[in-house]
């Protein structure tokens, strides 16, 4: 990993992700509010011009059919997701849309998206739009494009970069933490973040909301430590005593902590900051990642 370059991306230097190719759609009409709220967990009537959320699609049953974030821009909804749940979210969203006064479009091949790290509002031409989001955790911009073309600031950021922020901010990435088995509550504070218990129905509410009035799931996603600068491969099993009590998911290198760290469900029961585990011959700790917006 160019470690120059990500010290100088946390610092708060200007640098971009390329997103695309990404699946992007875009959502429009009379009744585009009401309609994407009926199918996504957050609650999309609260946010004003400019402002992002994240959220889930589920089926009826609350298992996830993927994730995505969710720009309001003008009077237009704009949907991003990874380019893996393209086919089967354009199949997902567009099947609800029957009698509503919406058009639902996909437009990843005539739109690119970027990520601007820094506080700083990027220059980009003037048909392009760019919104405020901590899409990684740091300070940065969504920058929009109505063209195949990108606007690079500062350095193109590589992908080993965006896994080891992903993995400090302890966010859940479709294919590695969530999958077509994942319940949202289970997820981790992102995905629970991602869910509204008060703006009423949307596909596969009733069951997310039974699990909140039982009180718990049966796993949970975590946050994890190595005591040590070595972390445990994907799908290494965790261990409490001579029980199997979990599994990682995504693990990697902190360069701000120096240590190990790792993504990966356990049992609920040891789910606790401070509980220790074991992967192989490493120490694990169950601990909290870096909250949005910390630098070193």
Same mark, same amino acid.
């Given at each position: 990993?160019?470690?120059?370059? !990500?010290?100088?991306?946390?610092?708060?230097?200007?640098?971009?992700?390329?997103?695309?190719?990404?699946?992007?759609?875009?959502? %429009?009409?009379?009744?585009?509010? $009401? !309609?994407?709220?009926?199918?996504? &967990?957050?609650? #999309?009537?609260?946010?004003?011009?400019?402002?992002?959320?994240?959220?889930?699609?589920?089926?009826?049953?609350? $298992?996830?059919?993927?994730?995505?974030?969710?720009?309001?821009?003008? @009077?237009?909804?704009?949907?991003?997701?990874?380019?893996?749940?393209?086919?089967?979210?354009?199949?997902?969203?567009?099947?609800?849309?029957?009698?509503?006064?919406?058009?639902?479009?996909?437009?990843?091949?005539?739109?690119?998206?970027?990520?601007?790290?820094?506080?700083?509002?990027?220059?980009?031409?003037?048909?392009?739009?760019?919104?405020?989001?901590?899409?990684?955790?740091?300070?940065?911009?969504? #920058?929009?494009?109505?063209?195949?073309?990108? #606007?690079?600031?500062?350095?193109?950021?590589?992908?080993?970069?965006?896994?080891?922020?992903?993995?400090?901010?302890?966010?859940? $990435?479709?294919?590695?933490?969530? &999958?077509?088995?994942?319940?949202?509550?289970?997820?981790?504070?992102?995905?629970?973040?991602?869910?509204?218990?008060?703006?009423?129905?949307?596909?596969?509410?009733?069951?997310?909301?039974?699990?909140?009035?039982?009180?718990? #799931?049966?796993? %949970?996603?975590?946050?994890?430590?190595?005591?040590?600068?070595?972390?445990?491969?994907?799908? @290494?099993?965790?261990?409490?005593?001579?029980?199997?009590?979990?599994?990682?998911?995504?693990?990697?290198?902190?360069? $701000?902590?120096?240590?190990?760290?790792?993504?990966? !469900?356990?049992?609920?029961?040891?789910?606790?900051?401070?509980?220790?585990?074991?992967?192989?011959?490493?120490?694990?700790?169950?601990? @909290?990642?870096?909250?949005?917006?910390?630098?070193?």
């Amino acid at each position: 990993m160019n470690l120059d370059l !990500y010290y100088r991306i946390v610092a708060g230097e200007a640098h971009t992700r390329v997103l695309s190719p990404r699946a992007i759609w875009r959502l %429009t009409g009379p009744d585009a509010q $009401r !309609y994407l709220n009926g199918q996504v &967990t957050n609650d #999309v009537a609260i946010l004003a011009d400019g402002q992002v959320c994240y959220a889930a699609v589920c089926t009826a049953k609350g $298992r996830m059919e993927g994730d995505l974030f969710i720009t309001f821009h003008g @009077t237009q909804y704009f949907l991003d997701a990874d380019i893996a749940l393209r086919e089967n979210l354009d199949a997902r969203l567009q099947k609800y849309l029957i009698a509503d006064d919406a058009v639902f479009e996909n437009i990843d091949d005539s739109w690119s998206l970027s990520h601007v790290f820094g506080a700083a509002s990027p220059p980009v031409p003037e048909t392009s739009f760019v919104i405020p989001h901590q899409r990684f955790g740091l300070p940065g911009h969504d #920058v929009w494009i109505p063209s195949p073309g990108t #606007v690079i600031v500062g350095e193109t950021v590589p992908d080993d970069v965006i896994e080891t922020l992903r993995l400090e901010y302890g966010f859940p $990435r479709w294919g590695a933490e969530l &999958t077509a088995n994942t319940l949202p509550p289970e997820a981790g504070p992102r995905l629970i973040d991602s869910i509204s218990y008060t703006k009423g129905c949307y596909v596969g509410q009733e069951t997310i909301a039974r699990l909140k009035s039982v009180g718990h #799931v049966n796993r %949970t996603l975590v946050f994890l430590q190595s005591d040590s600068a070595s972390f445990p491969a994907a799908g @290494t099993k965790l261990m409490q005593a001579d029980h199997e009590i979990g599994m990682v998911t995504s693990a990697g290198y902190s360069p $701000r902590s120096e240590k190990g760290i790792a993504l990966g !469900y356990v049992q609920r029961q040891a789910a606790v900051n401070g509980t220790t585990l074991s992967a192989n011959d490493l120490t694990l700790t169950v601990s @909290t990642p870096l909250p949005n917006g910390t630098k070193p």
